[in-house]
């Protein structure tokens, strides 16, 4: 008879930390690939798991091998046909037939793995200079909170209901009649009663016969427990998730000639933040794209990321689309309403103004926040400091600036930069940001 | 129907196990093999794990207790992958060569297969480690779990202690070389226990303790100012030429720490553990074949095993030993379990009902019907390649109707060579045979000269047989690493075997980076 042993419920994740030695050591080339597919992938997958290419620097394993392609050898194989001694067959392309192995190496090269959601963010954030709090906080899946739901019969030792408990054990020693403290002290009374009187045989015999007694009733007790594990009861507790309102978040951007590649790509990084953010914040999340020339329009996110259009810059056409959308689609007391704007800086002369007018008057005490972030080259980076003079769209947003504390701007030249704009909106707590 | 009768005598009956059932399966398995195959078994330990856990144990080379390391990570998700694709079913089982003798089941399992798998398992592969002269002598079942115990353990403490980045470069460079770390010829030394290995090293740490430089000044001997005699002397001193590799730079290297000493003796012990597996491929899984085929039949034919459940073992069965011709697409070399089979039903066949042509060729088996004590001793006392040398059959190569095709790189064609006729069979037999040994096929590569008291230039030589020389990325890649362990330069000549002419010669002074 062999010894059976179960493993089963034995820890199951002990090749954890190799993968996760693996990922460190591949941690340059797995961010390059995750970028990329942050990239070119939709704003709300960002926030998923990912498969990525096995990387190959780094993680090779050499040892001494024979070249395929040098000197004589044999190769046996099984299932002749048609072969006699002396048959010349032509090599098959590519070199490798047979007896070695090298199918594995092919097979290896297009292999995918997949990151969990976790893996992902945490390679995503490692050059946008998050604090650690905020990455922490886009992290935690959900906010639960937990409430009382009846009793359990298991739990932890800190959350013993003593009344349930005491309430269960009473019922079980009166069911299997435990002697009771106040039977025995009868007895014992009874006991130092008749020894303490003068001795006879009648005494004697009772004192036996109430010795046996309570010897039976002693061992019953200690049968019997006071407490027994199956009378513990503890508070049972219901995570429950808080509940979460309807979030919206516009995007918008100019698409005109001078937003080149770069440029979009730190906008739409600038976007997955948010949208990283929001998702945590809200249970539903929708996404509205508008990007602008001179004439501004909803589109896809396809579209919105890769469509180039010409035409002129005019600002105030985007957030009047956006007006029109809130009005007709997200009545501001259903949703939180959250903006983010990206542009190069450039608007048409004059327009600005009406910018400043239009946020001043409707928009900007509909939106929960509104981000806007320029995007300008990291040459100019060092000449615009934080200094007031900019482009038109710069002056013209500075004064909204001043006047609403929900707004935030930023010049962004580096991935860096982005995210010191949602820094007053990672900092606020979760219940001032919403409205009454 | 015949059978209904005898319906209580079943060992189980349908597809759901417990553990009452797989011990009395147990019981009635191993009785049958002690009294009608002579096999001699360890004391058997089962261990019950789900899929996720073989997948674990895959990829830390199939051993219970390992260290950690990026690479086992690596193989991981890789044999991860293969199994959600559907691309590779998981081994219904492992087996460890340890005592008592670790036999991993999986839960998926039905009750059938874990029959089958403590047939082929518990019996045929213990019985193999217990008894095969390769496993006897070279490796040490009894210890290697301790040993592993103690391996994982001080890992971690060189981890905490000198940096995860330090201990990762050292393994990476030790496993690089890990090929080249087994004794080939002569027996490696057994694992001592750990308090020898403690003593070792506290004495190491009281002789670092103690070292005064003044030893140093002292005039050189006589013997050593001989400058005629000291280049073999030098030899002689370092036991070169050293085919191992590990061993060589473990015991020799000038830069290494007394820790990183260890960890190289760590992965060589380990790489020493598995060289009899590699080397019994074919016997170790065609004795388990072998073994859990005939007891299940055996167990039908006593009326022991259902009709349905005996279906599904030979289902399982017949995919294990699938063999594709060379022309079929899902072809990937020479299945180990197939020919194993194969050869040891032949030589079931040749000892019972033999044909003129085996008794010429097989005289002192054929016909005799002592088919077990042969098997035994064969498995006993071979190796895939001198088993295949031993016992690969005309009528077998028939059978598999084999051919060895000539590949010379510099022709455009390959060449038949032999097919299975008169001719053929004793070329296909040593070409078959020459296949398996591990020591012809991998590159051979030694130590020949290093230069302790000048640059200390450690010269490696690589015997090219047949013009096969070495992959030139990989090689540097483990130049490099090989060069990391010794701490100077480091050169490899490639010579070649017949004519003793140097074909090339590469040093880590060559190699950027």
Known sequence: ????????????????????????????????????????????????????????????????????????????????????AGDLIPKPGGGGGGASSPGNKASEDDFRFVLSREEVLDLFFEDLELPDMVK???????????????????????????GRTMRNSHGRRIALRRPKQVELDVLLEEIASLE???????????????????????????????????????????????????????????????????????????FVLLHLFLKRRYDRIEIVFIRHTHLAQEVDEETFFYNTQSGGTVVSTALEEMHRIIASRYPAHDWNIYAAQASDGDNFAGDSERCISLLNGELMRLCQYFAYVEIIDEREAHIFGSTENGTSLWRAYNAIDQKWPNFQMSRIATPADIYPVFRQLFGRQPASLKRA | MARQASKSSLLFSGSDWDFKTLSRAYDAIEALAVEELHLDTYPVQM?????????????????????????FGKHFLHQDLLYRKGGRGLAYELVINSNPCIVYLMEE?????????????????????????LFKQWTDAGAILGYLDFAKGYIVRCEERHGLAAVEAVLDSAHALMDQGVFRYHRPPRLSSERQREGIRERLEYEERSYNDLWRTLPP????????????????????????????????????????????????????????????????EG???????????????????????????????????FQPAFDDPRFSGINPYALGLDMMQDIQRISTKPTAEDRDWFPDIAGQGNWREVLLDAWA?????????????????????????????????????????????????????????????????????????????????????????????????????????????????????????????????????
Request: a positive charge; charged letters at 25%.
């Open chain 1, 1 to 84: 008879m062999p010894i059976f042993i179960d493993r089963r419920l034995n820890p199951k994740d002990k090749s954890f930390g190799n993968r996760q030695r693996f990922l460190r050591r591949a941690r340059e080339e797995l961010k390059r690939s995750i970028r990329d597919q942050i990239r070119t992938g939709r704003i709300a997958d960002a926030d998923s798991e990912h498969a990525v290419r096995m990387p190959e620097r780094g993680t090779s394993e050499p040892s001494f091998n024979n070249a395929g392609d040098t000197g004589r050898r044999q190769h046996i194989l099984p299932g002749n046909r048609h072969f006699s």
């Open chain 1, 136 to 162: 922490l906080n886009l992290k935690e899946i959900l906010a639960f909170k937990p409430r009382r739901a009846g009793f359990a019969a298991t739990g932890s030792p800190t959350n013993i209901n003593v």
């Open chain 1, 196 to 270: 303490s009187a003068p001795s006879s045989v009648d005494a004697r015999q009772r004192i036996a016969a109430l010795r046996e007694e309570l010897d039976r009733l002693e061992r019953r007790r200690r049968r019997i427990a006071y407490v027994d594990p199956v009378d513990i009861r503890f508070n049972r507790f219901d995570s429950r998730p808080v509940p979460n309102a309807n979030a919206v978040m516009f995007c918008l951007m100019d698409v005109s000639g001078s937003m080149g590649e770069r440029e979009k790509d730190l906008a739409k990084r600038f």
């Open chain 2, 47 to 71: 261990e019950i794990i789900s899929s996720q856990q073989m997948l674990d144990a895959y990829s830390s080379i199939g051993m219970p207790l390992m260290y950690r390391h990026w690479s």
């Open chain 2, 109 to 133: 399992n039905t009750m059938a297969l874990q029959a089958l798998v403590t047939a082929h398992a518990a019996l045929g592969h213990n019985h193999f480690f217990k008894n095969n002269q």
């Open chain 2, 221 to 284: 001997s006589q013997q050593a100012t001989n400058e005629k005699g000291q280049d073999p002397e030098r030899k002689k001193s370092l036991n070169l030429p050293e085919e191992n590799l590990l061993y060589f730079l473990e015991k020799n290297s000038p830069v290494l720490e007394p820790w990183q000493r260890e960890i190289i003796r760590i992965v060589r012990v380990i790489a020493q553990y598995f060289y009899p597996q590699r080397q019994t491929q074919v016997m170790n």
């Open chain 2, 287 to 321: 004795c388990a074949t072998f073994v859990h085929y005939t007891l299940m039949n055996m167990l039908f034919d006593r009326g022991q095993i259902s009709e349905g459940a005996m279906l599904e073992i030979l289902r399982n069965h017949s995919n294990v030993v």
């Open chain 2, 381 to 513: 006392d071979h190796r895939d390649e001198s088993f295949i040398r031993q016992y690969l059959s005309p009528a077998m190569i028939r059978k598999w109707r084999f051919f060895v095709l000539g590949d010379a790189a510099d022709q455009p064609h390959c060449q038949v060579t032999s097919i299975h006729d008169e001719r053929g069979y004793r070329k296909i037999r040593d070409a078959l045979a020459n296949s398996y040994d591990l020591g012809a096929n991998r590159p051979d590569i030694q130590v020949v000269d290093v230069d302790l008291l000048g640059d200390r230039h450690l010269r490696l030589q690589h015997k090219v047989n047949d013009g096969i020389l070495l992959e030139d990325a990989s090689r540097d890649a483990t130049l490099r690493h090989i060069r990391r362990l010794w701490g100077y330069e480091v050169s490899l000549a490639a010579i070649d075997a017949e004519t003793g002419a140097t074909i090339h010669e590469r040093s880590t002074s060559q190699i950027a980076g």
